[in-house]
């Protein structure tokens, strides 16, 4: 196999494994707090939103060693243990017990009856050890130094000799590399943006779910709404992420205007929320809410602000990672640790508030950090523009 054909083979193997694995995942995120507080009754005791807030605070620090984790073990092995893991946390579901549930939830970085809550999440786990399993079929690389004339075979086992020593030192340098990135300009004035991003993931991935199945007034539909939301979330991020990934070749006016449409796209969806549910839905007792917001509940406009909720986070994502690839281009690796670190961080404090705020003070809070993000990130973005006027290939990025 060509070292082209290997490469895209890796990217094929690499997209079907994450497929499976986080399809699973944020199912199961999705849905947790609606299972968890439907088996509250029972003998168990548990919070889907305490499970994912550990989720986010575990992976938020490890974010910043990660790199260092990555050049010692290698980026295969650290893909298939935290696959496992993964899988770990969605089996507790199978029969949960609340020491099991957040042990997982600490590895990880239900209307239904038991026996179809079971199949669902065997089914969800085997998808996810699936996705795990595909990570062994990666190929390495072919290596591009050649031995030349001028280096003997001697210099060859001797650089051989030393692997552990020099992954050492490659693991002190990425961990360096991630703190030396935390305080600089550019980063500061980003990670007001990327906690924006953190704090609007946790309200589409577990909130918004929850809120949308504690609503009596949706009828017997209220649970079976909770997936219908979960795909239009979907629609709205391949939507997004499709239209502007192929639209970014040949962008003239930069990042600006989409990350504008993102957050506009995201106060007219928090806007329609606010509107039309109640504010006590995000932690209604199991029994649901009775209460009413603004407007008499309609599932139509619940099911549109899911697929808003979804289009206006694509803008921001692909927006953030392509300005990150672009200012760190030669070393992506520590840049994109500090990123996820404070996404993670903020998607930790978002879960661990949305067990007791009411649903217009999430919204405030998330309409402030989307307000200071979006100026921070122009801020940024008209730097990355100067970098055009001193030769740096801005839109190849």
Known sequence: MSPESKKLFNIIILGIAFMFMFTAFQTCGNVAQTVIRSLNSTDFHG????SMAIIYGVFSASNLITPSVVAIVGPQLSMFASGLFYSMYIAVFIQPFPWAFYTASVFIGIAAAESDRRTVFIALTVISLVGTVLFFLIRKPDPETVLGEDESSDDQDLDVSEPAQNNM???????????????????????????????ELTFFSGVYGTCIG???KFGTEEKSLIGLSGIFIGIGEILGGSLFGLLSKNNRFGRNPV?????????????LIFLNMPGDAPIAPIEGTDSRAYIKPSKEIAILCSFLLGLGDSCFNTQLLSVLGLLHAADSAPAFAVFKFVQSICAAVAFFYSNYLLLHWQLLVMVIFGFFGTIS???VEWEAAAMVARGSDYRSI
Do not use: P, R
């Open 169 to 199: 030192t490659k693991a002190i340098d990425a961990f360096k590399k991630s703190l030396k990135l935390c305080v600089t300009k550019e980063m500061l004035l980003l990670s007001i943006t990327t906690a924006y991003t953190g704090l």
């Open 47 to 50: 919070s889907g939103y305490t």
């Open 259 to 271: 990350v504008l449409l993102g957050i506009v796209v995201h106060f007219i969806a928090f806007y």
């Open 377 to 379: 990130f122009f801020a």
């Open 214 to 216: 504690a609503v009596n």
